[in-house]
Each structure stands twice: as structure tokens, then as C-alpha cells.
């Protein structure tokens, strides 16, 4: 019995939260004594590899031909499908990123079966995953059953599934996984790669998420949120009302129609509390807000809640964060 992992390569360097798999794999791999095995597509660099090493897999499957050098849910889905038959695993983790999340579906078609989705608990019963995941928005939780048969194929929410100690003596099998796919069979290419600029860490990994909404009344303000972030060494959020308006990049954007995160401690500057924005965040461990209306929703779900204007507040809390850091 085995459990595949899927690990998601960025710059050469394995992703936060594929760590994360990985890493609950071997939990719940150590718990009914079966094997782990991490499937890493792209070009991974030696380091990453290594990195991957230290969460302890029993084995450790390489696709790394140059087709695979540029992302694509077609050829990486076959990759991932092959490594499934190839060690007869009967579950697949997969990070609930927006890579693993397309990976994942594609995947399970092939095998005629669905994924437990964006998952934040998880548990084994007898034959079957019993799993934890939020529906309506983050207002319930859903418990499903996965059934017998095909391979089971999880999506792991980041940030949620902590990563054990990494172990630097660890060495497990590392074998370069042949994949039947030619370049030519690909029907997607990659003409090129345009990177945002950003000053802030990854946002769906941060442990710390620092956003602002429309309460900051301009693009020339927001600066004030990126300053508290950068003092945090937090990555920068947004509501979707500042992004439609157009003061950050859609790739800033919190809630339903942007990015989900799990941080440890998630600030809101400024932002009122639709339940769209709420979808995106309330699965943070700690959520502080800070807006002027003590009537605000997002005061309903806030752990500290700070009642008072951004314009004064947000300047004092980013020097006291620098005090505490030159200490």
C-alpha cells in the first residue's frame, strides 16, 4: 500500500506546501505502516530534491525531462497518473494550489474518479479517508467519505497540515520516473513567462497575511499596508473592491474569486467583511481587524479586533514591529 505525493516545483525550488504534503503523508503513512512516495515534475534543482529527502519519503520519483521544464496539466497529469500505477498507490496527495488543484483533477479523470477537495481535516477509517472541507463560502464544513476502489486523490489546503522537523540524515530512493508522453503529444505550449514584480513573500504560503480594503480610500495609501507587511516579513493582501478598482494586482487578491490562505495571523486593515472576502481567510489561525465601523462584519469572526482609523493606527503598529525587531 502506497501513498503518492505530488510536489510542485517554482524556480528550481520545491514549493512550501508541497513540503507540507509530503510531510502528512509520512504521518499518515507511519500510522498504517505503509510506504510514501514523492513524485517531483519540472526541473528540479539538486537542492530541491534534497529538501524533498529531509520530509522522509520511501522513495522519491524525478520526471524531469525538458518537456517538463514549462508547466502543463497535460503532460504533469500524465506524469502523475504514471507514478500512481507505477508504485500501485491506493491515495495521492496533492497541495491545493492552483497547479496541484488542476494536476489533481486531471489526474483522478483518468482513473475515473473525483478529489476530495481543498481539505483541512483528514482522517482514516477502516478502508476509507474521511475528510474535513468548507462549503457556502467558509460559513460549514462538509465531512466526506471517499469510497473503495480507484486511488483516492486529496487536495491539502496550505498552511493547514503542519510540516514535521526536516531530517537532513534522511536518504531515500531517488529514481528518475519515465513518463509515456513525447513532446509532440503535448497540445499546450508555453511562448513565454511574464513574472510580476512584488515585494512581498508568496501569498498563498505566508504565515503571516497582512491586507487592505477600500476603509485605506485610495492607491496612494496603500503603502501603508505593504510597509506593515514588510516589517512583519508578511506577504501583502487585498479585498476585491481595491483590486477591482484597480489600486494592486489581481494577484494580491483575497476571497471566493482570488486566493484562499491559511496563515497563522491574518491582518485586515480597512476591510469590512464581505462574506466573499471571508471564504478567502477565515480558516486563518488568528484574524486581527482594524476598521472605524464597530459594526462591521468582519469584527463577527476577528480573534483581537481594534476599533479605530487605519490612517493613525497602521504607521504606530508598523514602527513598534520595527522597535521589536532592531531589540
Not at 106 to 117: E, G, H, M, P, Y
Amino acid at each position: 500500500m502506497e501513498i503518492v505525493a505530488f510536489v510542485e516545483v517554482r524556480e528550481g525550488g520545491a514549493r512550501k506546501s508541497s513540503l507540507e504534503t509530503v510531510s502528512e503523508a509520512r504521518k499518515r503513512a507511519d500510522q498504517a505502516g505503509w510506504k510514501v512516495a514523492a513524485v517531483v515534475v519540472g526541473s528540479p534543482s539538486e537542492e530541491a530534491v534534497t529538501k524533498v529527502a529531509s520530509y522522509k519519503p520511501d522513495k522519491i520519483l524525478v520526471a524531469d525531462d525538458p518537456m517538463f521544464a514549462n508547466y502543463s496539466s497535460q503532460s504533469y497529469s500524465v506524469a502523475l497518473a504514471e507514478a500512481v500505477r507505477q508504485e500501485q498507490a491506493h491515495t495521492v496527495f496533492v497541495s491545493a494550489t492552483t497547479m496541484g488543484k488542476e494536476v489533481a483533477a486531471r489526474t483522478a479523470a483518468k482513473f475515473q474518479t473525483s478529489v476530495l477537495a481543498d481539505v483541512v481535516g483528514i482522517e482514516r477509517q477502516r478502508n476509507d479517508w474521511k475528510v474535513k472541507r468548507p462549503v457556502y463560502s467558509g460559513k460549514a464544513y462538509a465531512e466526506v467519505q471517499s469510497k473503495e476502489g480507484a486511488p483516492v486523490f486529496i487536495t491539502l489546503r496550505p498552511n493547514v497540515f503542519s510540516a514535521s522537523a526536516p531530517d537532513a540524515n534522511a536518504k531515500p530512493e531517488v529514481v528518475k520516473l519515465n513518463v509515456p508522453i513525447q513532446a509532440q503529444d503535448i497540445k499546450e505550449h508555453v511562448t513565454g513567462t511574464h513574472k510580476a514584480e512584488s515585494e512581498t513573500v508568496e501569498l498563498s504560503e505566508a504565515e503571516i497575511v497582512v491586507s487592505g480594503g477600500r476603509g485605506l480610500k485610495g492607491p496612494e495609501n496603500f503603502h501603508l499596508v505593504r510597509d506593515l507587511a514588510k516589517a512583519l516579513g508578511a506577504a501583502m493582501g487585498a479585498s476585491r473592491a481595491v483590486v477591482d478598482a484597480g489600486w494592486v494586482e489581481h494577484q494580491f487578491q483575497v476571497g471566493q474569486t482570488g486566493k484562499v490562505v491559511s496563515p497563522v495571523l491574518y491582518i485586515a486593515c480597512g476591510i469590512s467583511g464581505a462574506i466573499q472576502h471571508l471564504a478567502g481567510m477565515s480558516s486563518s489561525k488568528y484574524i486581527v481587524a482594524i476598521n472605524k465601523d464597530p459594526e462591521a462584519p468582519i469584527f463577527k469572526l476577528a480573534d483581537y479586533g481594534i476599533v479605530g482609523d487605519v490612517f493613525q493606527i497602521l504607521p504606530l503598529l508598523t514602527e513598534e514591529v520595527k522597535k521589536l525587531k532592531s531589540e
